[in-house]
């Protein structure tokens, strides 16, 4: 899987929009995006995913660069709740392929 | 809306002693994992499991590690003599492969924490 580099830590107030960077120049052609989130030691959480157009869900919206080497993690009306560690993995999709967690982004709203 | 279930949440046992987790992933899914996080570290994955027989496992599961799924609803992990450096939130994972590839979206549980003393 590619490597991913994602900030250590940001800060957010509440009710504003959170962007989450993600750079993964190494990406591979058949590697999707994947975005899960970890909320206090609790098992991660799937949030979006995407390959290459620009994914919206009721959680969150994903914007990926043209080439792919780099992409954004939109929560759009961010609460306290959203307070949580952000891991943007890289991965094949096909079969069972594992998960490869890095240190991910702790994010922190702010009332 | 469906969940991954596990238990028990927090397992205390004796260094050396033998410990069973235990997952019941979603009923249509059809692959299943197990992870683990040692306290303030990364998740790491531990073994995926697919028709009854282990896909892929990380050099952590070694052979102090099995996995089973001994019924149609259940799937569990086995430390046959743990050692201190066990202990650590212990996550199962199940995923539906029947789905697009593209979706293909491991769906995690709640965690067991397991402490070794």
């Known amino acids: 899987d590619a490597k991913t580099t994602q900030p250590t830590s940001m800060d957010c107030a509440e009710g504003r929009a959170a962007n989450l960077p993600c750079n993964h120049s190494?990406?591979?052609?058949?590697?999707?995006v994947y975005w899960y989130r970890q909320i206090h030691s609790q098992g991660p959480q799937y949030i979006i995913h995407g390959l290459k157009n620009n994914e919206t869900n009721e959680m969150a919206s994903l914007i990926i660069t043209e080439d792919r080497k780099s992409s954004t993690l939109i929560l759009p009306h961010a609460t306290l709740r959203d307070t949580a560690v952000y891991y943007c993995?890289?991965?094949?999709?096909?079969?069972?392929?594992?998960?490869?967690f890095g240190t991910g982004t702790r994010l922190t709203i702010i009332p | 809306e469906p969940e991954v279930t596990q238990t028990p949440s927090h397992q205390v046992t004796q260094m050396g002693q033998e410990v069973i987790l235990r997952c019941v992933p979603i009923?249509?899914?059809?692959?299943f994992y197990w992870y683990r996080q040692i306290l303030g570290q990364k998740v790491e994955f531990l073994v995926s499991f697919y028709n009854n027989e282990i896909s892929e496992k990380s050099e952590i599961f070694d052979d102090q590690f099995s996995v089973e799924r001994p019924d149609g609803s259940n799937f569990t992990l086995k430390i046959r003599s743990t050692k201190l450096e066990d202990s650590a939130m212990y996550f199962c994972?199940?995923?539906?492969?029947?789905?697009?590839?593209?979706?293909?979206?491991?769906?995690f549980g709640a965690g067991t924490r397991l402490s070794v003393l």
């Open positions: 993995i890289v991965r094949v999709y096909f079969g069972n392929e594992k998960l490869t």
């Open positions: 994972a199940s995923s539906d492969v029947r789905q697009t590839p593209a979706k293909n979206i491991q769906y």
């Open positions: 009923s249509n899914h059809l692959y």
């Open positions: 190494t990406i591979s052609g058949n590697e999707y």
